[in-house]
């Protein structure tokens, strides 16, 4: 029995792709989680930058084990799932995934971000395309309750389902 559509994200040292995962949550489509864990880079030490986004220090991390650990469990859930959810999962979670040797199998992807960048239609000259937005401002737009914690990957995940849910039940209230 598959998971059908799960949505998840994930925290990591910044925002290249020689950093690493710090934090995965993965939940269904019901918001019940299916992972959540910390997890200890392999060679990153320190993440000023990216600590002052999403607080997690090293100390929080250096008793946790590495994603590659986790390996069989993650690639579990994502084969069993039709659809994964996420915000920019395209360009930034799948990429990270894939780089600390997680295997994306082939599935939906829904990209809240990207689909929130027409709904807003706000337009970049430089890109050529509509400006995307931060998860903050599409979660406010639906009027997800609990702004205050965003940055960690699990209310990150919880925010983009809220979201999601939305803009998949008016884009079926116009077919």
Request: proline share 5%; glycine share 6%.
């Given at each position: 029995m598959g998971n059908g559509v799960i949505c998840l994200d994930v925290e990591t040292t910044g925002l290249h792709s020689t950093d690493e995962i710090l934090q995965l949550a993965i939940i269904d489509d019901l918001g019940d989680i299916l992972f959540y864990d910390y997890f200890k880079p392999l060679?990153?030490?320190?993440?000023?930058?990216?600590?002052?986004?999403?607080?997690?220090?090293?100390?929080?991390?250096?008793?946790?084990?590495?994603?590659?650990?986790h390996k069989p469990k993650i690639e579990d859930i994502l084969r069993k799932s039709d659809t994964v959810?996420?915000?920019?999962?395209?360009?930034?979670?799948?990429?990270?995934?894939?780089?600390?040797?997680?295997?994306?199998?082939?599935?939906?992807?829904?990209?809240?971000?990207?689909?929130?960048?027409?709904?807003?239609?706000?337009?970049?000259?430089?890109?050529?395309?509509?400006?995307?937005?931060?998860?903050?401002?599409?979660?406010?737009?639906?009027?997800y309750p609990h702004l205050e914690n965003l940055h960690d990957s699990m209310e990150d995940t919880r925010a983009t389902l809220y979201c999601y849910k939305i803009m998949s039940s008016k884009s079926s209230d116009n077919l």
């Open positions: 060679t990153k030490k320190v993440w000023p930058e990216a600590q002052k986004i999403h607080g997690i220090s090293p100390p929080m991390v250096q008793d946790k084990k590495s994603i590659c650990f959810v996420g915000y920019n999962i395209i360009n930034y979670d799948l990429k990270f995934l894939h780089s600390s040797g997680i295997t994306i199998p082939e599935m939906t992807v829904y990209d809240v971000m990207l689909e929130f960048a027409d709904i807003c239609g706000e337009w970049s000259e430089y890109y050529q395309n509509n400006k995307w937005q931060k998860l903050c401002t599409c979660a406010e737009y639906y009027g």
